[in-house]
């Protein structure tokens, strides 16, 4: 247990359904993450929070949509994704400050998504 | 652009000693991570350099050359359960965190 959770743990969707992916950490921390893991490739960051606020978002398709209400939680809404979104969503959480700080980020053990 | 590699698959044999190498290729160097990541789970920190030089930490170790954009994670008395996939991460200039494809180790008795 790394103190990040997320739910749900697998999921299976039609290209036309909207869905919600829940991310929630217990560790105090700051910022939270987004990132999508595919097969044979590099973590993928899509969003960043920091302190409540979206800082960071590197050309993710509007088709997901994150939520950030307060420090603790985070959701990313989908919405009329495409097969080749299929992967595994990852949620991490660090104590991020200004001060060159390790900003170790913990991650949730991830949602498995399928589109159909 | 950014880049960060290491080799895609490892395999050595219980109780011995391997070295993992990554090299990177970042606008800016704030800090390298190792993390491990068991199939179907979390990534989960390992280590952290951000200077020169060796970290031990129990039968893991990491170096970073900063001059060369090198480092390796060395693991020692190899166990079956060491079998993972080991992810390089560097946190560049603007402190954002990129992750290499990883590694997957192999542990044979």
């Known amino acids: 247990e790394t103190g990040v959770t997320q739910t749900p743990r697998h999921l299976v969707m039609g290209m036309t359904n909207k869905k919600s992916l829940k991310c929630e950490q217990h560790?105090?921390?700051?910022?939270m993450y987004w990132y999508k893991q595919s097969a044979k490739k590099p973590l993928e960051l899509m969003f960043v929070y920091s302190l409540e606020e979206r800082v960071e978002n590197n050309s993710v398709p509007s088709r997901f949509s994150p939520e950030c209400p307060n420090s603790s939680h985070l959701f990313l809404h989908l919405h009329t994704l495409q097969p080749e979104d299929s992967a595994l969503y990852l949620c991490?959480?660090?104590?991020?400050?200004?001060?060159?700080?390790?900003?170790?980020?913990?991650f949730g053990p991830g949602t498995r998504l399928t589109v159909l | 652009g950014q880049n960060i590699d290491q080799p895609t698959e490892m395999t050595a044999t219980e109780g011995a000693i391997v070295q993992i190498n990554c090299t990177y290729q970042t606008s800016g160097f704030n800090g390298l991570f190792w993390y491990q990541q068991h199939a179907g789970e979390a990534p989960t920190f390992l280590s952290y350099?951000?200077?020169?030089g060796l970290e031990e930490k129990g039968r893991f170790s990491s170096f970073l050359s900063r001059s060369k954009g090198y480092s390796y994670l060395l693991l020692k008395e190899l166990q079956m359960k060491d079998s993972a996939s080991y992810l390089c991460?560097?946190?560049?200039?603007?402190?954002?965190?990129?992750f290499g494809a990883g590694t997957r180790l192999f542990v044979k008795a």
């Open positions: 991490a959480s660090s104590a991020r400050d200004r001060d060159l700080s390790t900003d170790t980020q913990y």
């Open positions: 991460a560097v946190r560049d200039g603007g402190f954002k965190t990129i």
């Open positions: 350099n951000v200077l020169d």
């Open positions: 560790l105090g921390h700051n910022a």
